[in-house]
């Protein structure tokens, strides 16, 4: 290999190199949701970990905290492969219109910090799943021990959710209020 030295050669080198990222990075994007799709439908993580394969060089990383942010996938740093997060997999289904919408980040824009998604335990995923075993459980004619602990969990949920709403509308109400600017009257001697 020779070593290029003259800048305006190297100034090219840079420009052609950014431009074939932002279309590998578009490919990468586009590919995406079909992966997750894919987990969401059938189980099988194996994309994930072979869009991994290839991206060697890349914000791996990004990849890595994108698809287990918005697909049921986990991280196996062991196997260096995805495995199924099946908790997440019964509790929640693919939204197209999610990936279709400007609301969607770009995976190689997504930040997400990894130590703090390292030490994330999100309960909520976590107790919809469980209500949703013991459904798929009963279904499948099993018996269930403590079935009334899943109305608990239930109106447990709905109280949080109800509540989180209640939280969000008057944070907006008051966030609104501040934002009122009175215009004074006419002076009236």
Same mark, same amino acid.
């Given at each position: +290999?020779?070593?290029? $030295?003259?800048?305006? /050669?190297? *100034? ?12 590998? =990075? ?22 994930? $970990?072979?869009?991994?394969? !290839? ?16 697909? &049921? ?5 062991? =196997? ?9 997999? *019964? #509790?929640?289904?693919?939204?197209? #219109? ?6 969607? &980040? ?5 930040? %997400? ?6 030490? $994330? ?6 107790? +919809?799943?469980?209500? /949703?075993?013991?459904? =798929?459980?009963?279904? %499948?004619?099993?018996?269930? !021990? ?20 209640? /939280?969000? #509308?008057?944070? *907006?109400?008051? #966030?609104?209020?501040? /934002? $009122?600017?009175?215009? &004074?009257? &006419?002076?009236?001697?």
């Amino acid at each position: +290999m020779q070593i290029v $030295t003259d800048i305006r /050669k190297l *100034q090219a080198g840079i420009k052609s190199i950014g431009g074939a990222t932002g279309r590998i =990075n578009g490919q990468i994007q586009a590919v995406l949701p079909g992966i997750i799709f894919h987990a969401y439908k059938h189980g099988n993580v194996t994309l994930g $970990t072979e869009l991994l394969r !290839v991206t060697r060089g890349m914000e791996r990383q990004a990849l890595i905290v994108y698809l287990e942010e918005f697909g &049921p996938f986990r991280w196996d740093k062991a =196997n260096s492969a995805f495995k199924l997060n099946k908790a997440r997999a *019964q #509790a929640e289904e693919f939204d197209p #219109a999610f990936f279709e919408s400007a609301e969607c &980040p770009k995976w190689w824009e997504y930040t %997400k910090d990894t130590k703090s998604l390292e030490s $994330t335990f999100d309960l909520q995923v976590r107790v +919809m799943a469980l209500i /949703k075993s013991m459904g =798929n459980a009963k279904d %499948k004619g099993k018996s269930v !021990v403590h079935e009334d602990l899943s109305e608990y969990l239930q109106a447990a949920l709905a109280k949080y959710n109800s509540d989180k709403a209640l /939280k969000a #509308a008057q944070e *907006q109400a008051q #966030a609104m209020a501040d /934002k $009122t600017v009175v215009q &004074p009257g &006419p002076v009236v001697a």
